[in-house]
């Protein structure tokens, strides 16, 4: 059976997510894969949410998604970095419970 995915694009970046427990960062004016995040640990299950948090230049991006077992994790490329790397990596949720979503409030960042 093949992989549930979801998909997220912002400016010419597309981040794809599967059940696979994968996130890959895809260049889509170049048509390549640029990184391949994944769960070495065995901790995050499912990637089930992704939310986009804009920076202040096209490179200068963040995101977050959430997981099957209760994790939030935040990463961050910015015009110095050429790839993302973890800031964040926060069990909300008891392991069973997945995240769903993710919202952002634009008045309290």
């Keep these: 059976m093949d992989p549930k995915v979801q998909s997220t694009v912002y400016?010419?970046?597309?981040?794809i997510l599967g059940d696979d427990e994968t996130v890959h960062i895809w260049d889509l004016e170049k048509k390549t894969?640029?990184?391949a995040i994944e769960d070495h640990c065995g901790q995050w299950g499912q990637i089930t949410a992704i939310k986009w948090f804009p920076g202040s230049t096209n490179s200068d991006t963040t995101f977050t998604f959430g997981t099957g077992w209760g994790l939030?994790?935040?990463y961050r490329r910015s015009d110095t970095m050429?790839?993302?790397h973890e800031l964040s990596n926060t069990r909300i949720f008891s392991l069973n419970e997945p995240m769903e979503s993710i919202a952002i409030d634009p008045v309290h960042q």
Excluded: I
Aim: proline share 0%; net charge neutral.
């Design 11 to 15: 400016h010419s970046v597309q981040v």
């Design 33 to 35: 894969c640029q990184q």
């Design 72 to 74: 939030v994790l935040v």
């Design 82 to 84: 050429m790839a993302y």
